[in-house]
């Protein structure tokens, strides 16, 4: 029901481009929503929030004023769905999950990113309301994700879109092609543990409990994504990445596509073909094992 | 031999386009295809196509006695109902290849990936490279020959039909209801056959065949406990 | 005079003075006490036959009936014993005594746990060898009338369960008539022939909950915090049961509703003490919710289980495991014809005379039992598949949908064809305030 894309470059590009150009290949994979997320390295924290009316932003700018200086701030208006607010702030990079977690416990604000090396865009419809939103940063970076979604069992809502991320560890971003049919006892579970839930969608949790699992066993994410593979149930591919690491997780029973393209200069992973066509024409991807999980250093 | 630019025609008319130049020339190439869906789907006739690069989903599905030959990648779902015809695939293919396929013949020189010839009704289905698992899975007629590597769980279910393997593990790889036999001399000839025409390098002898049970009837088991009794409290208690 | 034909007279349906309120008249009249009779309760009581399953279908893939697996492999009891108790079903067999059971009957329903791997609680009787060499896994229950229990019981043990009462009768005590008291009964139990026991009602070495929070460290050295110990409560006041339990260091809990059988009950204990099983097990999961616990303690519940349907709908309401006991017995040629107490059970089941007790083949019962479980376990898992799950425990409540408004008010599932729930504030919705 949703395309994936994922590229990691020997060399820094500029991976923001080339992910949007994957994803506009597969758009009919995913009409209702799409988001990228890319790892430029910046000295200060950028934090991207989602603001269910313009009225939010003192409370957002209160919160934030506790735990670092604003250097900078932006607010997109909404357009034709919910307004954005970009800010840059200098602040200790420790207390960035406790920020993270401040911001979400209030009903209205959803933190879309926050981090000095993660960034992440999404909006509802097709892939130019992306474009058309924001003013993409096209810094250099050497890896990226995207995706584009067709809602199945939540609301078509710009918080709902993929990639996602969790308090319990900020710099790590997902996507996710399938359905979890175990979606509400994880839930009940990571709320236990202390996630705050801003949509219903399953992909959430699934974000949610890999990052519980990086922060429980310090940061590998091989393990993590096997640990998430046996306790999700459904059938699903995700990719996730931190700042340092990306991989790749198949369902049991194979039933989604992911495909894959190694070669000296890059590595590509998608769920068509036809996505890899922006780097060369003539190279063949590989179809991943049903229960595969691999994961690079970056 | 005409030459189709399908860069220049488009998604939506790719098909009609290529039905309409095969009316003039039952020869067809087509350039600049990078990997779009629907390739050659649905067309009856005479003729050969010759793809320059890589297709997308359900190239040549429903095909009906058409020679088609792609020199890159196809995605999933190629063949799918293939009616007769030929599809060869110089590459490697994504998943479910051949579902469904009544006859004709797909040649796949690479790799496949799983549940290729998903409940085929006959035809052949030839692979040269590996196949992923349950390749064959729920076969009703058919012939499928791979000459790589089965993956597990390799002709789940069959109803009818064969799969052709030379793979040395094949017997642990089997899925259930399936058992492994020795080909006949009818079998043995036809193979040869086979890739004399397509060029392949394997000779019928190194061969077995993995047919469906002869009794026809299915045994499931749908609960499968692991016992391991020896682990019981009383057992690590001396009574007396 | 009048040669007029009287015309019949026809009163409405005597919904009260029904030949059973009759009979039970009759029957305090004669002998001046209160009847006891056998098995379970047969009033109509709301169950999990009120609930329906979502199948996956366009948003969700099912998972293929025959050719792809699903795990029943079940962890009970992991929350501080160091070796829980693993079985290969969720479905185990429930404590029925040595007693009201003859032991051509516990021996067989021992060897049925063999076969498919689970475990069989020994019942208030203590503890019969023959039970002990055929069983899988052994539970040992511990009364608060101790009938054959003694410090090698809790050797073997893999699974202790601390009785305060069972669904059928709670609050009361054991019942085992005279006739059913022989020579071997005697023996194993450490009481005279042919009395009639009525057993301790209340534990006589931790009155309270005070005095069993020491107990338990107490059990615990005992043995050697490995073997999963367990509180089984009736089905009363769940809420409150369950806190205590959480509290007191547990592992887990079997709750048993009052559709849950017996060897001898009083009448009137049966049909009107204690509530459902459906409602108890939304009460319990709700409050280890609340807790925080959930995730730790294992819920096994009984009372009333006879197919995987039941089955798979108590999993998805939170539980882990469930006990049968009626249906087991029926397994084995039982018709449930009520006469348990009487001990002449003519299938050789609920008897002790020997003659009747030859009438039970083992191997066969046993075998019958068996087949049981597995069909069980397999119905579960259909449904299961159907609704997309690869592993039994991954069922869910939000895969459930209510058909009446009692059964969607009692649990807080919402009405079919809906996502809403009759009367916030009921079941799941529930915010505890009281």
């Not at chain 1, 602040?91 to 090396?117: C, F, Q, T």
Request: aromatic share 6%; hydrophobic share 40%.
């Amino acid at each position: 029901m949703c395309g994936i894309a994922g590229i990691v470059s020997k060399r820094e590009i500029d991976i923001s481009t080339s992910l949007l150009k994957m994803l506009s290949y597969i758009q009919h994979r995913g009409p209702d929503a799409s988001g990228i997320a890319v790892f430029a390295k910046k000295d200060k924290v950028t934090l991207r929030v989602s603001l269910s009316s313009e009225d939010k932003k003192e409370e957002l700018i209160s919160i934030v004023k506790k735990y670092g200086t604003i250097e900078d701030s932006n607010l997109v208006p909404a357009g034709k769905t919910i307004p954005i607010m970009e800010i840059v702030i200098d602040m200790d990079s420790l207390l960035v999950p406790e920020l993270h977690m401040a911001i979400n416990k209030v009903s209205g604000l959803a933190v879309h990113s926050i981090g000095n090396d993660i960034k992440i865009y999404k909006e509802c419809g097709h892939l130019d309301q992306l474009t058309q939103k924001y003013t993409i940063d096209t810094g250099i970076c050497r890896h990226g994700i995207g995706h584009v979604r067709m809602a199945t069992e939540s609301a078509e809502d710009i918080n709902a879109a993929h990639p996602f991320v969790s308090p319990f560890y900020p710099t790590l971003a997902m996507v996710h092609n399938g359905q979890f049919t175990n979606y509400f006892n994880m839930r009940r579970f990571l709320e236990s543990k202390g996630a705050k839930f801003k949509t219903m969608n399953d992909s959430e949790a699934a974000s949610h409990l890999i990052a519980y699992a990086m922060r429980e066993n310090n940061g590998d994410l091989e393990a993590a994504l096997r640990y998430a593979a046996e306790q999700m149930d459904g059938i699903f591919c995700i990719i996730a990445s931190t700042d340092k690491q990306i991989g790749f997780v198949k369902d049991k029973l194979g039933i989604k596509p992911l495909l894959l393209v190694e070669t000296e200069d890059y590595i590509l992973m998608g769920s068509e073909q036809i996505e890899f066509n922006v780097f060369d024409a003539n190279i063949y991807a590989d179809e991943m094992e049903p229960g595969e999980v691999r994961v690079w250093n970056v | 031999m005409e030459c189709l630019d399908i860069s220049c025609i488009g998604s939506t008319n790719m098909n009609a386009a290529i039905k309409d130049a095969l009316k003039r020339d039952k020869e067809l190439k087509l350039i600049n295809v990078n990997s779009m869906h629907n390739v050659c789907a649905g067309i009856i006739g005479e003729g050969s196509i010759i793809i320059e690069d890589s297709t997308g989903l359900y190239t040549g599905s429903y095909l009906e006695g058409l020679s088609v030959r792609v020199k890159g990648n196809v995605g999933w779902y190629a063949g799918d109902d293939m009616m007769d015809g030929e599809l060869v695939i110089e590459k490697n293919t994504g998943c479910n290849v051949g579902a469904y396929i009544n006859g004709g013949t797909i040649v796949i020189y690479g790799n496949t990936g799983s549940r290729v010839g998903y409940g085929m009704k006959g035809g052949n289905i030839i692979v040269c490279g590996n196949a992923g698992r349950w390749a064959g899975i729920m076969a009703m007629g058919g012939e499928l020959i791979v000459l790589g590597e089965v993956g597990q769980r390799c002709g789940e279910s069959m109803y009818s039909g064969k799969i052709f393997t030379r793979d040395p593990e094949t017997e642990s790889k089997m899925g259930d209801n399936v058992f492994l036999d020795v080909l006949t001399e009818e079998e043995k000839s036809k193979l040869d056959g086979l890739f004399l025409k397509y060029e392949i390098n394997a000779k019928s002898c190194e061969f077995q065949v993995i047919r469906p049970v002869l009794s026809g009837r299915h045994e499931y088991k749908l609960f499968k406990p692991d016992l391991k009794p020896e682990l019981a409290k009383k057992y690590t208690v001396k009574r007396g | 005079m009048d040669d007029k034909k009287q015309p019949q007279i026809y009163n409405t349906q005597k919904s009260k003075w029904s030949k059973e309120t009759l009979s039970e008249i009759d029957y305090k009249a004669t002998y001046g006490k209160y009847r006891i009779r056998g098995c379970a309760t047969p009033r109509y009581m709301p169950h999990f036959e009120d609930l329906m399953i979502l199948p996956s279908q366009l948003t969700r893939m099912p998972i293929d009936t025959y050719r792809e697996d699903c795990e029943t492999r079940t962890v009970l009891g992991a929350r501080f014993a160091t070796k829980p108790l693993i079985i290969e079903t969720p479905i185990m067999i429930a404590g029925m005594s040595y007693g009201a059971l003859s032991k051509e009957a516990k021996i067989a329903l021992a060897k049925a746990s063999q076969l498919v791997g689970t475990v069989i609680s020994n019942g208030e009787g203590g503890l019969l060898p023959e039970e002990l060499e055929n069983s899988y896994r052994q539970s040992i229950q511990v009364l608060a009338s101790r009938m054959g229990f003694s410090r090698r019981n809790l050797e073997v043990a893999d699974m202790l369960e601390i009785l305060c009462g069972i669904g059928a009768k709670p609050g009361l005590s054991g019942h085992l008539m005279g006739e059913k008291i022989s020579k071997d009964i005697a023996l194993i139990r450490q009481i005279p022939e042919g009395i009639d026991l009525h057993s301790h009602p209340r534990a006589g070495d931790a009155f309270g909950a005070d005095d069993m929070v020491v107990k338990m460290q107490q059990i615990r050295e005992m043995t050697n915090w490995e073997t999963p110990i367990f509180c089984k409560i009736a089905a009363g006041r769940v809420k409150d049961d369950v806190k205590i339990a959480v509290k007191l260091g547990y592992d887990g809990i079997i709750l048993d509703g009052c559709q849950g059988g017996t060897g001898a009950a009083p009448v009137m204990a049966s049909d009107h003490l204690g509530i459902p099983t459906m409602p108890a097990l939304v009460q319990a999961v709700r409050t280890l919710e609340e807790m925080g616990v959930k995730e730790e303690m294992s819920l096994i519940i009984s009372g009333g289980i006879t197919d995987g349907s039941e089955l798979a709908k108590a999993l998805a309401l939170g539980a882990d495991a469930v006990a049968i006991g009626t249906g087991a017995m029926v397994a084995m040629g039982c018709r449930v014809c009520m006469n348990c107490q009487a001990g002449k059970c003519a299938f050789g089941i609920g008897t002790q005379d020997p003659e009747l007790r030859k009438k039970l083949d083992i191997e066969e019962a046993a075998e019958r039992v068996a087949n049981y479980i597995k069909g069980m376990t397999a119905e579960a898992i259909l449904l299961a598949k159907a609704a997309g799950k690869t592993k039994l425990k991954n069922l869910e409540r939000e895969d459930l949908r209510a058909l009446t408004l009692e059964a969607c008010a009692m649990t807080g599932v919402p009405l079919v064809g809906s996502d809403l729930v009759i009367g916030q504030g009921f079941g799941f919705t529930a915010t505890n305030q009281l």
